[in-house]
């Protein structure tokens, strides 16, 4: 069967004239049901102030922004008690169970101003302000411990020890950076002491080299707050973390040097070292390295006279002098 409307929308097509509809009203919803439910509670409870209450809590549920002014006015001219005092019964019923949990708390006191009535609405809007920045700042600290967190990982993951020393921290340091806030830091490799990519085709590619692109100093000057999260944990986690492996390698290398150093003055002295290979030992050694190979030769040769074991030393001086003693 075709409704009114069709038919009229129908009728006016064949007659030629044009087809208007008719706005359709909305319809308010009822709370007739919900308000006579007080007296259900009335007749349930010998106190009329239990009994308005529990029934407060049930209207409290079922209130909308669309009925809540209907139900509260019902609830405001239905206080038993002092009628001054019934909008601080509601506000008391309304607030009831908002949690002191600040991400929950906003969700209560959201809730709460949907089922409250207008005048009441007025007094939440600001705590529901202050809520939500508190909840705000929670999950900024929540998401830099999180970024923290990772961001400590990777570097873990690096051998950074890898990296040139000659190279200041704050250079390397920049470096990584530019790849953090690329989104690229867990691809990247240490090779040849510089942090690198390799490109679709496996050609290393330092980062260095890519530090002037516009596209690369566009993201790096970025002013988003993830941006300025990134810059800012990047930049207190990262330098340190490269100041520390350098300083580890640097010793390392100081240490190396050192056992490489004794190695070759004892085998100076051993007299076992043909004085044309003396070049390569010398240059490990921090100190008077000829004495030590004249020591040798003199060991080796217990009967060579003083004459002859101070031309070669003579001799020995002259050909290695610059190189150590």
């Known amino acids: 069967m075709l409704s009114q409307d069709k038919l009229t929308k129908l009728f006016a097509l064949a007659s030629g004239k044009p087809v208007t509809s008719k706005p359709m009203e909305k319809k308010k919803p009822d709370t007739t049901k919900i308000k006579n439910r007080l007296d259900f509670y009335k007749a349930a409870y010998s106190d009329p102030i239990t009994a308005w209450s529990n029934w407060a809590s049930e209207a409290k549920k079922t209130a909308t922004s669309e009925t809540a002014d209907d139900i509260w006015n019902h609830a405001e001219q239905n206080y038993p008690g002092d009628p001054s005092k019934a909008r601080e019964a509601i506000r008391s019923n309304i607030r009831s169970g908002l949690s002191n949990e600040p991400v929950a708390r906003e969700v209560d006191l959201r809730n709460a101003m949907q089922s409250a009535p207008s005048w009441m609405q007025g007094e939440l809007a600001p705590e529901m302000a202050i809520t939500s920045n508190k909840v705000s700042t929670q999950n900024s600290a929540k998401a830099q ?181």
């Open 145 to 325: 411990t999180m970024y923290t967190m990772a961001l400590d990982k990777k570097l873990r993951s690096m051998n950074l020890g890898e990296l040139d020393i000659d190279v200041p921290a704050e250079i390397h340091a920049q470096e990584f950076i530019t790849l953090e806030m690329l989104n690229k830091l867990d691809e990247a490799q240490i090779i040849n002491g510089r942090v690198c990519l390799l490109n679709e085709q496996g050609q290393i590619q330092p980062v260095y080299s890519m530090m002037d692109r516009p596209e690369i100093q566009n993201i790096l000057s970025g002013d988003s707050p993830e941006s300025i999260m990134i810059s800012s944990i990047a930049n207190k986690l990262v330098i340190p973390a490269i100041q520390t492996a350098l300083t580890q390698s640097k010793e390392v290398g100081s240490l190396d040097n050192r056992a490489a150093g004794g190695a070759a003055i004892k085998m100076l002295k051993s007299g076992d070292v043909p004085v044309d290979d003396w070049g390569s030992l010398l240059g490990m050694i921090n100190g008077d390295g000829l004495s030590a190979g004249i020591e040798g030769i003199s060991a080796r040769n217990p009967h060579m006279s003083e004459e002859d074991e101070l031309m070669h030393g003579m001799d020995i001086y002259t050909r290695y002098g610059g190189v150590n003693g």
